[in-house]
């Protein structure tokens, strides 16, 4: 960063940074070209893939037939924040997820490869694989997401556009920051993995749901220490002008950039942490 | 010439749960060591006598409980992106390569991550394929290839952006003879061309005979001898150790020239004798037993790391 800012010409700039991505746009391309070399079974990831999330859809979908209204919400207003919350979350898998290989790194005490390349780390383990499978998940909550938009009464204007993007950048930095927070504390744990799903896709399904429906300590969990409600809940809210639940005001949706700090902080906080922690790969 | 590994007090410690109670443990315990550029190093030393934790804490992996580490002139740890360019180092029984690509493609991202240029990358690819003899494999992908192949293709991936500094820690275990014998002469042949520094770790004799002009040996974490092998032999006296199975049960054969009767199996079917390899021969020492008893077979166990460990260990109290 530092050398960003004393480089001289613009063109300089963009070649050195040219030069500094080439090692993980290397990587990458690898990753990318493996998976699609066998296109019926990269064809069949992506239809699995898309039908996990469809069946999570459906879920939601299951519930409002039986119920007209959720936590002060209809099923079209629940689909933008499924569609919101899913749409984030799989863009941040898609570009971050493998992070939860840590453990299998740690284990086979294959992470010391990464200390011997001239790359930080945490930016050499995100950008060691890419899931494109995950697209197709990306798909499933895009989808339900326009629909949402559509048909959820919102009105379009440059109010709602801003906080979509709002919500959308700052959801999906808040889901990264969240699987870098559990990639750094898998350097304390033994089979961390279990514990930190938890709060990982726990914090995906709860940030599907509108956290009116939530008993107060699950409020305090999801709505503030893992910042999910900010992801889609808060800026939907917002966006359609209902009021916000006890201790979530309507307004916080306009904070979901504050989420992501967060998120990222105590991210990059454990991460280092943990690197410092780290006792090398055994023998 | 600046030395190219400094280390003066080098200390790790690891807290570790040993059922309820915590204990620390040093693995590495005040090392103080300086390597010159271009020398030849063995660093041995038994199981757990701290090897693989100074090799970590000289590459930036580990951080020192104490005491002060400059490798290459650098900070291991403050320094390690800059210092990553200019050390290269195989672990025998973990790979660097990516599992599932060619050969070939991992030299690629290699290249990239240590930012060659097309030039370089092609001219030093095509020149460890040759002496590495990679020629045959380098479409394969690294989990379809032989330990041996394997082995190669690590030492090129560690090799590849022409380090200043080679770290191997174990390069040749599991490897048969040929293999052995192929890597030695590549890494001779490396350090002669182009004043490469070698540090490695060994179990196998052969590696330190043929390899290295400097041992360092450590045990429990300290430095128990720096000099060359001459001297560690002289130090530890190299003993082979001649064990013969005789025809029928034999009174232990004591007293023989040069030899020297460690022990006796099954009544006296097989007896191990040492003899000084400076002093006299298996030959003349076989000779000498054939005059008592008839052997039926025999073989010569040559002086293994952890028995000479062990003998500058008891040499030294």
């Known amino acids: ?283 | 010439m600046s030395a190219i590994i400094e280390a003066d007090g080098l200390t790790r410690e690891f807290r570790i749960r040993d059922g309820k109670r915590r204990r620390v443990l040093t693995a590495v315990d005040g090392l103080t060591v300086s390597i010159q550029p271009a020398e030849a190093v063995g660093y041995i030393g038994a199981n757990g006598a701290g090897k693989s934790t100074t090799i970590k804490m000289l590459t930036g992996i580990l951080v020192p409980t104490a005491g002060r580490v400059l490798t290459c002139g650098l900070r291991p740890v403050q320094d390690r992106r800059r210092l990553a360019r200019q050390v290269g180092v195989v672990f025998g029984q973990r790979s660097q390569l990516w599992w599932d690509l060619p050969v070939r493609e991992s030299f690629r991202i290699l290249a990239a991550i240590h930012a060659l240029t097309t030039a370089e990358e092609n001219d030093r690819t095509a020149e460890l394929v040759e002496q590495l003899e990679l020629g045959g494999f380098l479409s394969v992908p690294v989990r379809q290839l032989s330990l041996g192949q394997r082995m190669r293709a690590e030492v090129a991936a560690a090799l590849l952006h022409s380090p200043r500094l080679v770290i191997l820690d174990e390069p040749t275990i599991g490897l048969d003879v040929l293999s052995k014998q192929r890597l030695r002469e590549f890494l001779v042949g490396e350090r002669r061309m182009h004043g490469t520094t070698l540090l490695l770790t060994t179990h196998d004799m052969g590696d330190v005979e043929r390899l290295c002009d400097r041992i360092l040996v450590i045990d429990h974490g300290r430095l128990a001898y720096d000099g060359d092998l001459p001297g560690l032999s002289r130090t530890v006296g190299a003993e082979r150790v001649l064990v013969v199975d005789l025809a029928e049960p034999t009174p232990d054969l004591t007293g023989l020239d040069g030899a020297r009767h460690l022990s006796s199996e099954g009544g006296g079917l097989r007896q191990r004798l040492a003899f000084d390899a400076e002093q006299t021969t298996a030959a003349k020492v076989l000779a000498a037993v054939s005059d008592k008893a008839e052997v039926l077979d025999l073989t010569v166990e040559e002086p293994d790391i952890e028995d000479v460990v062990r003998r500058l260990y008891a040499a030294g109290r």
């Open chain 1, 1 to 283: 960063m530092a050398s960003m800012a004393t480089a001289g010409k613009p063109a300089v700039k963009t070649a050195g940074l040219r030069d500094r991505l080439r090692p993980y746009r290397a990587v990458l391309a690898s990753r990318a070209r493996s998976q699609r070399a066998y296109r019926t079974s990269f064809a069949l990831d992506l239809g699995s893939s898309m039908l996990v999330g469809v069946v999570e859809l459906a879920e939601v979908w299951v519930i409002f037939s039986n119920v007209s209204a959720l936590g002060g919400m209809r099923f079209n207003q629940i689909l933008l924040v499924f569609g919101l919350a899913d749409l984030a979350f799989s863009l941040a898998d898609l570009s971050f997820g493998h992070l939860d290989t840590l453990p299998d790194y740690l284990r086979a005490g294959t992470l010391d490869a990464f200390y011997l390349r001239p790359q930080p780390i945490l930016l050499q383990l995100i950008t060691s694989d890419v899931s494109l499978r995950r697209l197709a998940r990306a798909a499933v909550g895009a989808a339900a997401l326009g629909v949402g938009v559509a048909t959820s009464g919102v009105a379009w204007d440059p109010r709602t556009a801003a906080l979509l993007a709002l919500g959308l950048v700052s959801g999906y930095a808040t889901f990264a920051g969240l699987f870098v927070w559990a990639a750094g504390l898998q350097f304390f744990l033994v089979d961390g993995a279990e514990m930190t799903n938890s709060f990982v896709y726990g914090g995906r399904y709860a940030a599907t749901q509108p956290a009116s429906v939530w008993s107060r300590p699950l409020k305090l969990v999801f709505g503030f220490f893992f910042p999910m409600a900010f992801t889609a809940y808060l800026p939907a809210v917002t966006m359609l002008g209902l009021p916000g639940p006890q201790w979530l005001p309507a307004w916080l949706g306009w904070c979901a950039p504050a989420a992501a700090v967060w998120s990222w902080a105590m991210g990059l906080l454990c991460w280092r942490w943990g690197v410092r922690h780290y006792q090398g790969g055994g023998g």
